[in-house]
Structure formats: C-alpha cells, structure tokens
C-alpha cells in the first residue's frame, strides 16, 4: 500500500502533456492534493486561495516566466517560505544561478524521463518546509513565552515600584513627624498662653495679635511640609526636564529635622548654575531619599560618633554626577556586590524591605538613562549616580 502525503502541490506550466505527466508521477507516489496552472498569473491566485506546501515551477512561459514568478513569490511575505523546485531544460551554470538568486531552493531537468529525480527532489523540498514550519512554530511560541515573561516582569517590577513608594512613604511620614514636632509644639505653647492671660484678664489685643500671627506662621509652615510631602509623590506619566540640584535640596529639606533629631550633620555641595538632567522628578527624590535614609540608619544602628553625610553634585561636559558620602564605616565586602538586588537586606526582620537600592538601580538605569553605584573610601560608603546631562 502507497503512503499518502496531506501535503498541497502546485505546478505551474504551459504544457498541459507536462502538468499532466508530473501530476500522475506525483500521485502514484502518494500525492493526492495536487493543483495544476497553465500561467504566473493563475499561480498567484492559487496562491491566495490555498495554503501550498511547494511549488514545481517551469522557467519557460509565455508573458511573466517562472524566474520573474519565482522572484515574485518570493518578495512576498505570506509566501517567501514555500519552497520552489524549477523545471528547465537549461541546466548550465548561468540559468541554474538565476533561478536560485531569484529565490528557487532546487531544481528538476527537462524533459522528466523517469520520476526517481522528481521524487527524490520533491521529498527534499516538502521535507525543508516541514523544518521550516516546525521552526517558525518554535520561533512563534518562543516570542509568546518572551512576551509572556516580559509582562511577568512589567508586572513584578510595578509591583516592585508600589512597594517601594510604600516604603519610602512611610519614611516620609516618620520625618513629617519630625518636621512638625517642634511647630506643634510651639503651637500649643502659643494657645495656652492666650488661654492663660485671657483667664487672668491680661490678654490684649497687641497679645492676641502676636499670638495669632505666630500661630498662622507655624501652620503655613506645616502646610508647607504637606505641599512638598504631597509633591514628591505627584505622578508625571511624561519625562520632563528638572534641575538635579533644585531636586537633591528639597528632598534633603525633607529629611532635615529627622537628620537633626538623630544628630547627624549634613553637607551639600553644589555646582553653579542649573544642571538638568530628563526624567521624573520624584523618582529621581525617591532615589536620593532611598540613599540618605540607608545612611541615616547605619550611622544610627552603628552608633557613630560624629555621624556625616556628605552629598555633592559636579558635572562634566556628558554626566551629572551625584555623590553620596557616609562615614559609617562602608559596605562589608562581602555583600558589596548584592545591596541593588531586590529583596537584599541586612536590617533586621521588619525593618526594611530590601526594594529600595533595586528600585533606585531601576529608576536611575532603566528610566532615566543613567549608571548608580557603590564603593567604599576611608571612613564609610560613598554612593554615586550618573546622568545624561542635558544642556539647555
């Protein structure tokens, strides 16, 4: 019993003795799905109707010939891959090179005296564009398990991102605590003296003026620790301009009262002028705040004497650089090369998250073009960032 092939052939020729003799060699095989055109034009329409596996291909036609055909077929994308076997009765060196740069993958002699040849080259041809859609398959199911990986990734890294602003949101609020402490304070002195002269009927109007003003103040200035709370985490979906040390002030002026109240002495030093870099400014602050708020807690956790932090900004004829300086006696060696994976941390259970210097790495690398790194000096660790400068 012959085998039976599911595969669908299409022969293009002027002869319908050579259709005819190529069908019945082909079907005696096994090849059943067989269709048969007289010119190029009836080939393309075959070709958008049916899904063919190859084509047997004469070179000598009338009007568009088979390399013409063949170079056709092949420029077409739907098509490029049916593998094309040409029939010719010229088999020097020139027309064989032709038909294979107009894109023919083999070819058969005419005229076909036996079908050992035409088999044979058949098998090889429908045996490439199995391979050939086996790998496409594979190629298509590797860019779906890409695509499907990449999402995971988006996924885990927004989830990351969240995390991280939860993170450095409840640091925000720890120094808004400190940034009120003292107005409050000085808040309820200021009502309860009014209070007390107006028990002891000492309270007059230039009293309760000075008293309402000082009030006033105080509050204006914890408004304005809520407007700068509520600023750092503003969402800007668009990359704008921002000037780095403008950023770098107002995220230390944050954290200032909280750096006082740990007795921790800090330095900025700036450049001249404006250095604009392009990016979101308050992931740019959440970065810095990250930064500062490691260094804060190793001075603390370590107890050193004289705790500084250091933040300096230079800038060359490319990058800004940020750096910033602890002397909290450095990173150990050990774990130098691991602080910027997620979920690495050396605080203690519930104390940190170990998203921080991840989600700093990604911000400054991924969203805003830039390096960041660590390295050890004399007396603590020294964190830098570098961004593409952008001259205005």
Not at 76 to 97: F, H, M, Q, R
Not at 281 to 295: H, R, T
Request: with cysteine; glycine share 6%.
């Amino acid at each position: 019993m012959k085998d039976q092939y599911k595969n669908k052939i299409l022969i293009v020729d002027d002869s319908m003795d050579n259709l005819d003799l190529i069908e019945d060699m082909l079907n005696d095989e096994g090849y059943e799905d067989i269709i048969c055109v007289m010119s190029a034009r009836e080939a393309y329409e075959k070709l958008k109707s049916s899904d063919i596996d190859l084509i047997i291909l004469d070179i000598m036609m009338p009007g568009i010939n088979g390399i013409e055909a063949c170079r056709c077929i092949k420029a077409n994308e739907s098509y490029k891959d049916i593998p094309i076997i040409i029939a010719t009765a010229k088999v020097d060196l020139e027309t064989l090179k032709e038909g294979f740069d107009a894109g023919a993958n083999d070819y058969i002699r005419k005229p076909i005296v036996n079908d050992i040849e035409l088999l044979s080259r058949v098998k090889n041809a429908l045996k490439l564009k199995a391979s050939m859609d086996k790998y496409k398959e594979l190629a298509e199911n590797l860019d779906e398990k890409v695509r499907q990986e990449l999402e995971k990734n988006r996924f885990k890294e927004q989830l990351l991102m969240h995390q991280s602003k939860m993170a450095s949101m409840g640091e925000m609020i720890g120094n808004i605590a400190h940034q009120w402490r003292q107005p409050l304070s000085a808040l309820s002195l200021s009502v309860q003296k009014v209070k007390m002269l107006h028990e002891k009927d000492k309270l007059d109007t230039q009293i309760l003026k000075q008293a309402t003003e000082k009030s006033l103040m105080l509050i204006e200035r914890m408004s304005g620790t809520i407007d700068d709370f509520m600023g750092f985490f503003r969402q800007n979906k668009a990359r704008t301009p921002f000037d780095v040390q403008s950023a770098t002030e107002e995220t230390l002026t944050l954290l200032d009262a909280s750096l006082q109240h740990n007795c921790i002495e800090y330095d900025f030093i700036e450049s001249d002028g404006k250095i604009v870099v392009e990016g979101h400014k308050g992931e740019f602050s959440q970065v810095i705040l990250n930064i500062l708020s490691n260094a804060k807690d190793i001075l603390k956790e370590r107890k050193i004497k004289n705790p500084k932090i250091e933040i300096e900004v230079s800038l060359d004829e490319e990058n800004v650089t940020i750096e910033i300086k602890d002397n909290g006696g450095g990173v150990p060696v050990e774990i130098i090369d691991r602080i910027f994976e997620p979920y690495f941390t050396t605080k203690e259970e519930g104390k940190g998250t170990g998203i921080g210097l991840y989600m700093s790495k990604v911000i400054i690398e991924k969203n805003m073009g830039g390096g960041v790194g660590v390295r050890n000096e004399e007396n603590g660790a020294l964190f830098w960032i570098k961004l593409p400068y952008k001259a205005l």
